[in-house]
Nanobody
Framework: QVQLVESGGGLVQPGGSLRLSCAASGFTFSIYWMHWVRQTPGNGREWVSRITPGGRTTDYADSVKGRFTISRDNAQNTLYLQMNNLKSEDTAVYYC????????????WGQGTQVTVSS
């Protein structure tokens, strides 16, 4: 059974930090591109970041570049998102998602973890 389980969300003050984790099981994690996507009621779904299967290349949305860092541990089948200098506009439900190389659709999604940035 495929599972992506996010954790690490919570309430943090502006300027604070959080580290999200995404534990994968039931599929060959190390061959998938992994992504973080966030969703808010008002702005819909926004792609945040991605990392190649081997972890050597990363990309970020302009809105988080320089503040967020994506990483992965293929030995532990875990994806991470280190979020620093958080802003109120980062408030969202954060999802991890898996995409096979060469495909356009996400194959697997997690259930999401809520991040709220507020004083």
């Amino acid at each position: 059974q495929v599972q992506l389980v996010e954790s690490g969300g919570g309430l943090v003050q502006p300027g604070g930090s959080l580290r999200l984790s995404c534990a994968a099981s039931g599929f060959t994690f190390s061959i998938y591109w992994m992504h973080w996507v966030r969703q808010t009621p008002g702005n819909g779904r926004e792609w945040v970041s991605r990392i190649t299967p081997g972890g050597r290349t990363t990309d970020y949305a302009d809105s988080v570049k320089g503040r967020f860092t994506i990483s992965r541990d293929n030995a532990q089948n875990t994806l991470y998102l280190q979020m620093n200098n958080l802003k109120s506009e980062d408030t969202a439900v954060y999802y991890c998602a898996a995409k096979r190389t060469g495909t356009t659709d996400y194959e697997y999604w997690g259930q999401g973890t809520q991040v709220t940035v507020s004083s």
